[in-house]
């Protein structure tokens, strides 16, 4: 309540002080008190609003959410599911048959992210044709046969990305039998 009191009694002395020149019959003076007054105003509300330290306390962001990494493994599709995030789980994605943990990059892989719906899943065919398209996101085994020279070399580009960006957590696997790819 110091911020109160000091621009209160402020705003009070600049008005006592300029009350003199009111008392002329000159209209600049009648803006000058008019203008000393909202500044006044403004700076009691600028130090009361925006540099209150009770507010400022309340205001700080949460820290960011801790959990725990995931250990280095081999995922299935299937296993690779839960991880997209929800449920203060990490965010993984698979990219050229390679797991990724993305959970740093959730603004971009987690919910409401643009790239979340490669979440839990193998986005290697939707990256490698830059596609934001569902139907580019498989929910079988996609061996990556049909893609373009082209986008061979994108989806390399993406590997190296995510090589370079986050934690590899192991391959992904075709099936559980010990078939990798």
Not at 56 to 64: G, I, L, R, V, Y
Not at 79 to 105: A, F, M
Request: glycine letters at 8%; a negative charge; one cysteine or more.
């Amino acid at each position: 309540h110091y911020y109160i009191t000091n621009n209160l009694r402020m705003t009070l002395e600049t008005a006592e002080a300029l009350e003199d020149l009111t008392m002329s019959t000159d209209g600049t003076a009648y803006i000058v008190t008019t203008i000393a007054l909202l500044g006044g105003v403004l700076a009691f509300y600028y130090f009361y609003i925006y540099n209150n330290p009770e507010e400022q306390e309340e205001e700080q962001e949460p820290e960011e959410e801790k959990y725990t990494p995931l250990e280095a493994q081999d995922f299935t599709l299937e296993e690779l599911r839960p991880y997209d995030g929800t449920d203060g789980k990490p965010v993984c994605i698979s990219v050229n048959h390679i797991v990724y943990d993305v959970t740093k990059g959730k603004n971009f892989y987690g919910q409401g992210g643009p790239y979340a719906m490669l979440a839990g899943k193998d986005g290697s065919r939707a990256l490698a044709k830059m596609s934001l398209d569902a139907s580019d996101v498989k929910d079988e085994w996609d061996d990556l046969e049909d893609l373009t020279p082209f986008q061979r070399d994108s989806l390399l580009e993406w590997e190296m990305k995510f090589q370079t960006r986050y934690t590899e957590l192991g391959k992904l696997l075709k099936t559980r039998e010990g078939s990798e790819e």
